[in-house]
């Protein structure tokens, strides 16, 4: 007797995890937590200037935007992190008005040294900025056409390993550097993503929490196919493009047997979008999750006075803006949760520092690992983005 198939079986979490267990061979993110920073940090205290420019394009600059804009409003630091990302005219213009090149120092991010965006934007400031060994930093993999140029100009070179992809990398020297160098202690960022992988694989609290997600996610894909992530928090904005990134081209695959997945992310902000999306989320298809993101502790006790000039508002006077966006949250998960067929839960981060930033984004790394594994897909290849990226050369006649 013969026996094929073309479906799979949802496995066991053990299975996910012995599997997450042996990915760490040929998969470098998962332990990018417990590398050594003492280069990263020897190199960051000797630059002087007070711009950092990134020049770089999706994981080479998501994560590290992330963390500084959940940062940068309690820190206020004496440097300041700006990204290149975009092809775009008027922002590439508008970025060079606001740096003094003779101020700024320069990273430029390419894993393979080729990035279209990275390289193009690299070649047109190079017109007018001489780049070299005190104004710049290169950061791709070894034998790249940037790792050549950086030894050629004797320019600082930071390899990134070929077994970490770019929207994994934030833990790694890409994301290290940058954040180092204008001041973020990064050896404590490290520490909240060491606490996050050793409670999942010594099987602690955050590995059910994770497993018991994904599983819902996975086992609910044809019915929730839209994965709201709902922030509160401005500081969060950067936090939900870097999500987006990671969900989308890291969960949109075809699986073993060739058949389509993939969970759609969307990132909100509240209580922004109570105003827009919310209304689709109460009243529309029933298609998606949400999760809340709080923050438990703002640090910051701005207080609406009392007696102010508009009479019948007096509910709103003498509390804090800490208490009143904590409560418009409550009342939108109260809202959801009264709707009954809505599924949801709740991220409370303590505060805002970059512990608590880190044990989030690596808890989200976690959870992609383990839904694609559940999926039984390749979650770190993309080929879809790689398929417009040939066509672009060969219109570009490369």
């Known amino acids: 007797m013969k026996y094929t198939k073309n479906f799979y079986q949802i496995r066991s979490n053990a299975h ?124 791709s993999g070894t034998g790249t056409p940037l790792h050549h140029f950086a030894d050629a100009e004797k320019i600082p070179f930071f390899e990134l390993q070929q077994n970490v992809g770019g929207r994994f990398s934030v833990f790694s020297v890409v994301g290290l550097l940058p954040l180092a160098i204008i001041g973020v202690d990064i050896d404590n960022m490290l520490r909240g993503a060491q606490k996050v992988y050793q409670g999942f694989f010594e099987r602690e609290k955050i590995y059910e929490m994770l497993m018991e997600k994904a599983r819902f996610f996975v086992e609910n894909k044809n019915r929730f196919r839209i994965n709201v992530l709902f922030s509160y928090s401005s500081s969060l904005e950067g936090f939900n493009k870097w999500y987006v990134q ?53 640090e910051e006790q701005l207080i609406i006075p009392p007696q102010t000039p508009i009479p019948k508002l007096e509910y709103l006077e003498g509390i804090s803006f800490s208490r009143l966006i904590a409560l418009q949250a409550d009342a939108t998960i109260e809202a959801i949760d009264a709707e009954g067929d809505i599924p949801y839960d709740v991220i409370t981060i303590d505060k805002v520092d970059e512990y608590n930033i880190a044990e989030l984004m690596y808890s989200y790394e976690l959870l992609t690992s383990i839904i694609g594994a559940f999926l039984q897909i390749n979650t770190y290849d993309q080929p879809g983005v790689e398929a417009g990226k040939i066509i672009l050369k060969r219109k570009l006649g490369a």
């Open 16 to 139: 996910i995890l012995a599997q997450l267990k042996k990915e760490q061979e040929t998969v470098g993110y998962y332990k990018l937590p417990f590398a050594d920073t003492s280069e990263i940090k020897r190199f960051a205290q000797g630059v002087t200037q007070k711009t950092i420019a990134v020049l770089g394009i999706g994981g080479s600059s998501l994560g590290s935007s992330a963390i500084y804009d959940f940062l940068k409003r309690k820190y206020h630091f004496g440097k300041t992190l700006l990204f290149f990302e975009s092809t775009d005219p008027v922002d590439i213009k508008d970025k060079l008005d606001r740096i003094d090149p003779d101020d700024t120092f320069f990273i430029i991010i390419s894993k393979s040294g080729t990035t279209v965006e990275t390289i193009s934007i690299f070649k047109y400031l190079s017109s007018t900025i001489n780049f070299h060994a005190g104004n710049t930093a290169v950061i």
């Open 246 to 298: 990671l969900w989308a081209e890291s969960l949109g695959k075809r699986n073993i047997n060739g058949t389509r997945q993939g969970l759609t992310p969307l990132g909100l902000i509240g209580p922004v979008d109570q105003h827009s999306f919310l209304q689709l989320i109460m009243e529309g298809v029933r298609d998606k999750t949400v999760t809340f993101i709080k923050v438990a502790d703002f």
